[in-house]
Structure formats: C-alpha cells, structure tokens
C-alpha cells in the first residue's frame, strides 16, 4: 500500500454496509465477526473524520469491561492507527480535531440525559438484543444529526425483541441495511470456533440453530434433553452393559435397551420396540437385544406379574426397579448429566429424546419443572438401566475422580527421585 494509506480488510458480506444509511445492522451467530467489522469501520470513520463523535451502547453497562473499548483499542493497534487516537482510561479521543468516542448503558439514561448525545454521528448498538423498547425508543430520535447513522449488532433471541421488530419486521425503516451472518461467513474463524460449532452441530442440533446460525429460541426450550447426538458406536473390550426394560399398557410401547457408560458419555446401540405387545410375545421382543438374557435386566417394577413371567422364560436375571419419592425426577436428572450418543438405528429412542418435554402452564405460557408423561417409555428403561449408578455414590464420583500419586519426602522412591 502507498505510504499514509491503511488496508482494511473487508469480508463480502459487510460491502453493502460501506452505504450510507440511518440504520445499519448486522444480526447472526456467534463467530461471526460482527462486533470486528464494526468496530474497524468505527475506526476508519474517525480517521476519516477527525471530528467524528461515536457512541458505543449496550442496555446495562456497569464497567467499561462491559464494553466494546478494548476490542477498539485492539482494533487501532492491528491497524497501526495509533497516530490518530489517544486512548484514555474511558474514552478514546482524535489526536488532530474534537472526535471522540464514549461507553454508556442506556439504562442509566433518562428523557433528560439522553439529550447530551444530540450531536454525536453515530450510536453502536452491542448486544442490541437486550435493547429494551424503552431504551430503542430513547435513542432512535437522539441521534438526529443530519448523516448521522444507528448501528445494530446483535446474536437473535425472539422476532419480537424490539431490534428485530425494528429492523427485520413487516415495516422496517426505509432504507435500512441489515445483513445475516454467521461463522461460515468469517474469513477469519478461529479454527477452534469451527470444531466447537461442529461439535454443537452433531450433538445438539436446535443449539447448533440458535447459537451458531444465529436463529431465534424456539418454543422446544422446554425439551429435556439437549446434550445428545446421534452416531454409530461400537462397545469397547471390556464393557460393562446396562439393559433396561418397560412394560406397555394397551397403546403404550414394551421395550428394552441396552447402554454402557464411559466416562462422561452415556451410550445406547441396541433397542426393542413394539405396541400392543402380548405377554408371551416379550421374551422374542427383548431378545432382539443382543446379550440380554445373560445380564441383569432392570425393569418397571408396577408389573411383577410380568416379571416372574420373564424370569421363568429365558431371563433369569430380570430385576424389578426401585421406586420412591422423586424417583423420576431423580433418574431423568442423573442422565441429563451425560453426553448422550445414541445409534442410528435406535430409531425410536432418537424420536423420544427429541420430544420428551416438561410441561407448560396453560394460563402463563411458562415450562415448569413437571415432566410430561409421554415421549418416555424408552427413556424410562434407560433410567432403569442406569439406576444402580445413579443410587451408588462412589460409582457415580469414580467418573470425575483422577487418582494421582504423590511421593512423600522421605520416602525410598523420594530419596531415589
């Protein structure tokens, strides 16, 4: 580049933003690089313009940690921008003319205090998410220069948060720009942020929507499962299997599966599944597990006419479920606490895991803690398979426990040290 002239890197996706336009934003998920452009084409605007005043907002700002300040400062050093600016302990100041730019929240400002950014040319919305309405409507008619712009970035939570009614509703303002990026848009992603955002995407996929693809909540927050993926596995030599079973009632489903734990890793490679299953049909439906016959088997104890039936046709080692108060609430609890990977051809576990739920209050539209008694009859087996080491501490700690030996000052193996 000539001597005096400044290279900054542009993405594709931020060319439209180069415009002049009263509303600018930029929406998307994480790693995107949204707060980066903006913040060089702050600095750029204030090497263009010496006088140019910048606010930079967020709805709560309790400490200039909160703010975008550090990310500007970095942004004027990798630039090598540091002629133009001089950095204060809370703003940042033009070198040659009056700019300037400032750190506020704008839930520290009144009708009356707002009034001091009337000349200001430009306002960065960070988190803009969070803006209140309030707040949105306190700051659209302050910054009234005539040019002067409003800049939104923000990761999307609801249609209806004010930012997005604003700029992505039926009536968005005339003229204003607003792009959608995400992670596969930044020419500069971390290699870490891409396996982070392919590890979300394999084990969770509404996450993977929500925080990588930048895409709003959904109602399915009430799912209770969310740390699970689907992928083949293969036991390891050793393994120590789980079989849990449970009985149906009329349009209710018997089945049976089979897990093994690692670590912090719950997984499930083999399951039976069949309504309206009869009695004597049982064994042949549980036998479609391999192994089943020879382990114990951990099933619903409200059937035990059903068990002693099991028992005397092939699976001695059936045993009934222990029951009591939370029981449920406790089981569902202990598996929540596992990464569950679940075979692809466990197909009607994947179908409940997606759709077991808690329940909604009808009148408030609020999840509750209560569990919906639907989407669970393998789930339930699975709790019955684990339940010897949800109940058993020390078999639930060994997972998170590293035993490490230390060499006593003294000692033979010290002296020889």
Known sequence: MPEGVLSI???????PLLEPARYKGIK???ASGKSHERAEAMIEAHIIDQNSASVCIR???????????RLLEAKIESLGAQQYFEVQESIIKSRHGKGLIIFQGMQNHTADSIKSLEGFDRAWVEEAQTLSQRSLDLLRPTIRKPGS??????????????????LCGETPPPGAIVVHVNYQDNPWCPDEMLVEAEYDRKRDPEKFRHVWEGGYLTNS?????????????????GAVFRYGADFGYSIDPSCALRCWIDGHNLYVDYESYRIGCEIDELPDLFMAVPEIERWPLISDSSRPETINYLRRHGFPKIQSA???????????????SYDIIVHPR??????????????????TDKILSVLEDKNNHLIDALRYACEAVRRNPRNRQSRDIVHRPLVMPGSASWMGA
């Open 59 to 69: 709805e709560v700002q309790k400490t200039l940690q909160q703010s975008v300040k």
């Open 149 to 166: 712009e409003l800049w939104f970035t923000w990761n999307p939570n609801s249609p209806d948060d004010p930012v997005d009614a604003l």
């Open 9 to 15: 890197p542009t993405p594709r996706w931020a060319v």
């Open 346 to 363: 466990c197909v009607h576990l994947i179908d409940e895991l997606t759709h077991y739920s808690y329940k909604r209050d009808p009148l």
């Open 322 to 336: 222990v029951k009591g108060a939370r029981s449920l609430e406790e089981g569902v609890s202990f598996l929540q």
């Open 221 to 237: 927050e009430t799912r209770v499962f969310k740390r699970w993926r689907v992928e083949e596995c293969e036991p390891p030599n």
């Open 28 to 30: 998307g998920g994480r």
